[in-house]
């Protein structure tokens, strides 16, 4: 039947020649792209799929770019470690030679020139070696491991009867358990210490001078500490190490409980040696002021921990005291004015003719506003500690005797049970938080006294255990208490650091893969004089030439174990980036399985929807005609 208004056979032609129209343009584009999946309509689970590997693909060629530049990297600081080496061999032959006794003084002194050059050649080398604008021996670098477990252990003991204290070397477990189980596990750990020579003797130093000194001034400032230690015994553990770097934290003292709810009569003390080396302690300069005054302050914390009713820094999470007590009295007990706190107050000191010299005041007052004891603990804490001190005891001369006397005076009250507002409000006649804001605002005669402190440190006044302000005398340090029965490692510090994060460190985090936390860290080391323990070498006498030698022998085996590192980290490199490769390869087999389109079978296709199109057209074209017949007819 032909109808005039229906031609249904060329509805159907036209509706057939479109859907092989759409079916050879989906072949067009694939084989065009060379994809099976051009949008998510083709396959969308594919797609998700090729996706994902995509992002892999290409995360990890980049990857396998990184661990290339890490290579880079090591290879540029090993260039530069080799020539240290060389430097170190030939400061050796020649320290070597100049030990001998047949050279003269003179003849020493003209090698000692050649020595001197060589260790301005190694800090130059260590400052000049950079990748990328990276310094690859920064000062605040790390350490080799085998330089940060050096580790001794003491007993040190106050005897009441002639009021001195005695270091004997002890075997004792100290972060073990107590009794013989303790002591084997302490004499098992020192078998396994590696220290390097000067490490043991700084070590050793410290803990039969500095910290018997520092302790002997304590208990002679304080005698209400003094009478409270009686005869007891302090397991010390000394410890040498980098902890941070150069002038960060300078030493750090943790303690340990041996009962629940006992005293702790455990201390291990923590100094880092890339601020203290053997020379420094041996000298009698600023540094060795530092270092005395550093110990003081941490030995200060043990006594406050140890006498001081549930401890000066409390149990586990419980803090009693304040922070600016705390530190502050460390600071008086240290020696005053830690640098980059105080400094500014020191400097208006400076251009007063004396201590009623009212011409800097203002100045001073705006100075102390800026800050407060609660977030200043080191500088502000110090003054408002000072304060409570010459307070307690009555005002008068602002000198170290006095102040000692009177923070003796709230020692009594801590240590008897009393808080700390209260002996602050019975000796002082101000409450705490007056005694502070004082010091924040200037106000009630805590300018006068401030002047009078900072102006009498110039000249001799401000430390409690010297009655000598040091000016050198920084004292960046943390403190932590330990808590619950004995045993166990001391607890991680609760404070950070003063001048740097919590770390301190400075190690290259190499992404090597293509999701976050895929890193290989590479660790920048400190190479300057003063981390080899060089910095005050010499060869001028047979003595020094010694010293040099056996301090230039540890500095070859520091170098040698930041090479072996580096060495070990290029091999680690060149593996991840095979296997990189490898992965690479095969994800992309994988990738290309999925996402792309088999040109044969497509072809076929291509092929086969053309005939189809060219058939189509030919019934289209036939369809047509019939409609062309009916209007003939109305012709």
Not at 169 to 189: F, K, P, Y
Not at 375 to 392: F, I, K, T, V
Not at 408 to 432: E, R, V, Y
Not at 440 to 448: K, Q, R, V
């Amino acid at each position: 039947m032909l109808s005039t208004k229906t031609n249904i056979q060329a509805w159907n032609a036209e509706r057939q020649f479109g859907m092989v129209s759409k079916k050879n343009a989906k072949s067009t584009e694939k084989l065009s792209s060379g994809y099976r999946i051009n949008r998510a309509a083709d396959d969308a689970a594919g797609l998700a799929i090729s996706e994902r590997m995509r992002r892999q693909i290409r995360g990890l060629t980049q990857a396998s770019n990184n661990a290339q530049d890490g290579i880079s990297m090591v290879q540029t600081a090993e260039g530069a470690l080799n020539e240290v080496h060389d430097m170190l061999h030939r400061a050796n032959e020649l320290s070597v030679k100049a030990a001998t006794g047949t050279l003269t003084d003179a003849d020493r002194a003209m090698i000692d020139l050649e020595v001197q050059q060589i260790k301005k050649e190694i800090d130059k080398t260590a400052e000049n070696t950079v990748f990328n604008e990276i310094r690859l021996f920064p000062e605040d670098g790390l350490a080799p491991s085998a330089m940060q477990s050096e580790i001794y252990y003491y007993d040190l003991t106050y005897n009441p009867a002639d009021g001195t204290f005695s270091v004997a070397s002890s075997d004792a477990g100290l972060l073990s358990a107590d009794g013989a189980a303790g002591r084997a596990a302490g004499a098992a750990g020192r078998a396994a210490i590696n220290p390097t020579p000067s490490g043991g003797a700084l070590a050793n130093l410290l803990a039969t001078d500095f910290i018997p000194k520092a302790a002997q001034q304590i208990m002679d400032a304080f005698p209400s500490i003094k009478n409270d230690i009686g005869g007891v015994t302090l397991n010390l553990a000394v410890k040498v190490q980098r902890i941070d770097g150069k002038d960060k934290t300078l030493a750090e003292a943790y303690f340990k409980f041996n009962t629940a709810g006992g005293r702790p009569k455990v201390l291990e003390l923590r100094v880092d040696n890339a601020d203290f080396t053997l020379a420094d302690a041996q000298g009698t300069g600023s540094r060795a002021e530092v270092l005395q005054s550093t110990i003081a302050h941490e030995l200060m914390h043990t006594f406050m921990q140890y006498s001081m009713t549930d401890g000066m820094s409390g149990r586990g999470s419980n803090t009693k005291y304040p922070t600016w007590f705390t530190e502050g009295t460390a600071q008086l007990a240290g020696g005053g004015f830690p640098t980059n706190w105080n400094n500014t107050l020191i400097a208006y000191a400076k251009n007063l003719t004396d201590e009623n010299d009212s011409s800097q005041d203002a100045n001073m007052k705006a100075y102390l506003k800026k800050y407060t004891p609660a977030n200043r603990p080191y500088g502000h804490g110090y003054l408002a500690a000072a304060y409570a001190g010459w307070l307690a005891n009555g005002g008068g001369d602002v000198t170290g005797d006095n102040i000692a006397a009177g923070m003796d005076k709230i020692f009594a009250d801590l240590i008897n049970g009393s808080s700390l507002s209260s002996a602050i409000q019975k000796h002082t006649g101000i409450s705490a938080s007056t005694l502070t804001s004082r010091i924040t605002s200037g106000s009630g005669g805590a300018l006068e006294f401030v002047r009078k402190l900072t102006y009498n440190s110039l000249g001799g006044a401000g430390s409690v255990i010297t009655n000598s302000l040091k000016v050198s005398g920084v004292i960046d340090g943390t403190v932590s208490g330990g808590g619950g029965t004995g045993g166990g490692t001391p607890s991680t510090p609760s404070t950070k650091p003063i001048g740097g994060s919590s770390d301190g460190s400075k190690r290259i985090a190499l992404q090597v893969g293509a999701d976050a936390g895929q890193h290989i860290e590479l660790s920048l080391y400190q190479m300057s004089t003063h981390a080899l323990g060089l910095a005050d070498t010499n060869v001028k006498t047979t003595d020094d030439a010694d010293m040099a030698i056996d301090a230039i022998k540890a500095a070859i085996e520091y170098v040698s174990n930041v090479r072996s590192d580096y060495g070990a980290v290029q091999n680690r490199l060149e593996h991840t980036i095979d296997n990189l490769d490898n992965i690479v390869e095969n994800t992309t087999a994988a990738e290309s399985r999925v996402r792309d389109t088999d040109i044969a079978k497509e072809m076929v296709r291509y092929s086969n929807n053309q005939i189809l199109m060219q058939a189509g057209a030919s019934v289209l074209s036939q369809a047509n005609q019939h409609s062309e017949m009916i209007l003939s007819l109305l012709g």
